[in-house]
């Protein structure tokens, strides 16, 4: 599968942006797609996580509350929803898929093996 994010730009604090990270080629039902971003400096950290069915989300502690993920899936679209961002939220935001976890490691980035190229996000303050 192959993804493409897009959606990212320069947001005030408290604002909302909504990313999106487009499927194309082989897909099946068995994907897990994460949200995952990186801060200047620091590495690379898990954001959400969503069943290629909707069924099941996962969100790291720190969007929790904020962030939401969703799916269109005629689209083969996934989209993350942030709502009330804050400046450390500033980071480039990467959308990946994985099959092998069954959800099971839906935070660990080495479990992904389909990245987008990625989409920066700057909340100034």
């Known amino acids: 599968v192959q993804l493409q994010a897009s959606g990212g730009g320069l947001v005030q604090a408290g604002d909302s942006l909504r990313l999106s990270c487009e499927a194309s080629g082989r897909t099946s039902s068995g994907y897990v797609i994460g949200w995952f971003r990186q801060a200047p400096g620091k590495e690379r950290e898990f954001v959400a996580a969503l069943s290629w069915s909707g069924d099941t989300t996962k969100f790291a502690p720190s969007v929790k509350g904020r962030f939401t993920v969703s799916r269109d899936n005629a689209k083969k679209t996934f989209y993350l929803q942030m709502n009330s961002l804050k400046p450390e939220d500033t980071a480039v935001y990467y959308c990946?898929?994985?099959?092998?976890?069954?959800?099971?490691?839906?935070?660990?980035?080495?479990?992904?093996?389909?990245w987008g190229q990625g989409t920066l996000v700057t909340v100034s303050s």
């Open positions: 990946a898929a994985e099959t092998r976890s069954g959800f099971a490691y839906y935070y660990v980035s080495d479990y992904y093996d389909s």
